[in-house]
């Protein structure tokens, strides 16, 4: 039997489906955790695990090929950081009171763990989605990446 908060996790991602955010999203799950598989921006197949038992959602390997403590690795964990700061607008802010997130470079791709503090799972959900969004969006939109996303994003090389 699925956990409330296992559920609240998937009919988020199911909303998110259901507006066409996500494509081909399936849900498997296995032991205590559930993963979740579907395709998102720029049609690239994206991995998340929730783990009710810690509470954390993780977008595993969400960024590939990028070496641990480079200079792209200390910008994403610097732009990370500013999401939990107050200068970004609360719209767009990630509470540190209610959700911890912290970048993991293992084997040199970078997963993002969101940890929710609070009882709220449906807040962490959203605040987890929307800084994933805006990684993909606003940090790779940096001039400096443009090669990297032609190479694992999807983008035309005439973008370049």
């Not at 049609?43 to 695990?49: C, G, I, K, L, P």
């Not at 200390?74 to 607008?89: D, E, I, Y």
């Not at 449906?122 to 969006?137: C, E, F, N």
Request: net charge positive.
């Amino acid at each position: 039997m699925k956990s409330d908060e296992t559920a609240v996790v998937l009919d988020a991602f199911q909303h998110y489906a259901a507006r066409g955010s996500f494509r081909s999203l399936t849900a498997v799950s296995a032991a205590s955790k559930t993963e979740l598989r579907f395709i998102w921006l720029r049609d690239v197949a994206f991995r998340v695990v929730f783990d009710p038992a810690r509470r954390t959602l993780t977008f595993v390997d969400m960024l590939p090929a990028i070496a641990p403590r480079s200079e792209m690795d200390r910008s994403l964990r610097a732009f990370v950081k500013l999401h939990a700061s107050l200068a970004v607008p609360e719209h767009r802010r990630v509470d540190p009171r209610r959700v911890a997130v912290k970048v993991i470079n293992r084997g040199g791709a970078a997963s993002v763990t969101c940890s929710f503090k609070t009882r709220d799972v449906s807040y962490g959900v959203r605040k987890a989605v929307h800084l994933a969004h805006d990684i993909l969006q606003d940090f790779l939109n940096d001039g400096r990446y443009i090669h990297y996303c032609v190479e694992h994003f999807n983008v035309s090389p005439e973008m370049a």
